[in-house]
Each structure stands twice: as structure tokens, then as C-alpha cells.
């Protein structure tokens, strides 16, 4: 599901299961990590624009998932589609 296009993108682990998060836009970018408490990552010359993210974007996923660890998918989907930010749990089959 990762988006080779753009970053951040793809499948994200979070507390407790996935969650599939597209903030493809720089104003996604931005809420995304204002919500996730790394607003710093938004300045940082490694993650800034759009092209450096997708250059750095390993580095970028690995710090988003040790934020995302703080919660559940289910509380991290409604909180950044709240502010804009496209996120969906990955769901199994029961569910």
C-alpha cells in the first residue's frame, strides 16, 4: 500500500494493530505530525518537502511509528481524519 509517489505513506504499526495513513499533501505532512507530537519532523530539512520526505522516507516511518505506538489504530484513525489527514485501520476478516 506504500505510495512511492509521496510520504508519508503506506501501513503504519500503532499500539495495537496497523493503520494505513496517505498525508500525500504538505498541509497533511503538517497535521500529521503536530497530531502525532513530533511537529519539529515538519521543519526538519530531512522530511521539509515533499521530495526530501520520499529520499528519507524509511527514517521518516520509523519515527512516526514510535509516536504512533502511544495509542490505538482505532483512536489514531479518528483523530487524524478529524484534522484532514486520509488514515484507515487495517482490518482482518472478523472484523
Known amino acids: 500500500n506504500e505510495n ?22 504538505q498541509e497533511q505532512f503538517v497535521a500529521l505530525c503536530r497530531l502525532v507530537g513530533l511537529p519539529e519532523l515538519a521543519s526538519d530539512p530531512r522530511f521539509a518537502e515533499r521530495e526530501t520526505r520520499k529520499r528519507n522516507r524509511i527514517a521518516l516511518k ?4 514510535d509516536a504512533l505506538a502511544n495509542s490505538s ?23
Request: glycine share 10%.
Open 62 to 65: 520509523a519515527l512516526i511509528e
Open 4 to 25: 512511492m509517489t509521496a510520504a508519508p505513506s503506506g501501513t503504519f504499526r500503532t499500539g495495537d494493530g496497523l493503520l494505513n495513513i496517505a498525508a500525500n499533501k
Open 73 to 95: 489504530a482505532a483512536a489514531w484513525e479518528e483523530t487524524l481524519n478529524r484534522a484532514g489527514v486520509p488514515a484507515g485501520r487495517v482490518l482482518t476478516i472478523p472484523q
